[in-house]
């Protein structure tokens, strides 16, 4: 299977050496050959038709800081370029999100679309934006799109309420969907201020680079967005969401919670309403987890509420989910 690789970041490299490590039990067991052959990073480009030698890619990133290095020949193809010119079967797109345009990201994947290219986006802006439209896009264009790591990170969340639960109607769901923001309350609770929290979380690499994303609920408005639309087939974006983040939750916020044995919690919900606010939470509610793990509560007709709790992030948790997709698409050629 031939792979364009739109970003080279953790996600990304967590990907290549994990098709490096596999490449033998993905061919016996699931009949996948992941072939690379082009990548590019925010400086420049690798190509090898014939596949680039993954473990010498990953070599080269670590000691120049980029794949341009990857041979001698000049290469600055770019993304776009790449996508209209290599022949591939599958586009990756692990480029930042970015919620006021969706670019690079977007482009990636609506060129790689009516060239006939399946795509996996771990890159939320695409979704959080025009979800409904490119969805039709992809039906249009008679290719599979999958995202599943754009939820939970490697925790399979849209494939549980997709599969999962099949057959029962889901009429409301809410949960913690940024381990980030979660992380930070979490130290709130254990007597830090906001601000010494923040730097805690930021030494330890969970803040995004643009922390708005994190602390004004952006991140976690976009995983309502992706939520809203799979699960409940809504035909929703971000403007549609009432966003609140958790810069004005105070000491006092926190202290009063605890009285009501509670915790603050940045929750996602869509029940009529689609909503991102921190709130009171309680303790002995599943959704009630700490640190950096997020948990989503599905309540359906039948069955009940379904809490499904686990890593949000990180690079080789969210290239597993990549894989998953990969092996579905992998499936579904073989179909047809």
């Known amino acids: 299977m031939r792979i364009i690789l739109c970003g080279f970041g953790v996600v990304g490299q967590s990907l290549v050496k994990l098709f490096d490590s596999r490449s033998e039990d993905l061919y016996a067991e699931y009949g996948l050959k ?7 990073d925010s400086k420049g480009s690798a190509v090898d038709i014939s596949g680039l030698e993954l ?39 692990t480029t930042a999100s ?36 490119l969805m ?11 995202f599943s790591g754009t939820v939970g990170g490697g925790t399979p969340i849209l494939d ?21 923001t979660n992380y930070i309350l979490t130290n709130m609770a254990n007597g830090l201020s906001f601000e010494t929290a923040l730097k805690d979380a930021k030494d330890k690499g969970y803040v995004e680079a643009d922390e708005s994303l994190d602390l004004d609920g952006l991140d976690a408005a976009a995983k309502l967005v992706i939520l809203a639309n799979w699960v409940m087939d809504m035909k929703v974006t971000m403007p549609d969401i009432s966003c609140k983040g958790i810069r004005n939750v105070t000491e006092e916020d926190i202290k009063k919670a ?43 007709e039948h069955s009940g509420t379904q809490t499904i709790i686990g890593k949000g992030a990180g690079g080789m948790e969210t290239a ?13 050629i073989v179909k047809i």
């Open 34 to 40: 992941p072939r690379v052959v082009g990548v590019f």
């Open 55 to 93: 473990e010498k890619l990953i070599e080269v990133k670590k000691k120049t800081g980029t794949v341009k290095n990857y041979a001698n020949t000049k290469n600055n193809m770019s993304g776009i370029d790449m996508i209209k010119n290599l022949d591939a079967d599958v586009v990756i797109e």
């Open 258 to 300: 605890r009285k009501n044995n509670c915790a603050i919690k940045l929750i996602a919900s869509c029940n009529k309403e689609l909503i991102v606010e921190p709130k009171e939470v309680s303790v002995d509610d599943p959704l009630c987890v700490n640190g950096t793990l997020n948990a989503i509560a599905f309540t359906s």
């Open 160 to 180: 549980y309420a997709k599969n999962s639960l099949r057959g029962e109607r889901i009429s409301s769901f809410s949960g913690i969907l940024n381990g980030t």
């Open 136 to 146: 039709e896009l992809a039906i249009y264009n008679q290719v599979i799109f999958k």
């Open 98 to 133: 970015n919620y006021k345009d969706a670019e690079p990201g977007m482009t990636h994947i609506v060129t790689a679309m009516k060239r006939g290219m399946h795509v996996i986006s771990v890159n939320k802006g695409p979704l959080a934006l025009a979800f409904p439209s």
């Open 320 to 332: 597993s989910s990549i894989l998953r997709d990969l092996l579905d698409i992998r499936q579904e």
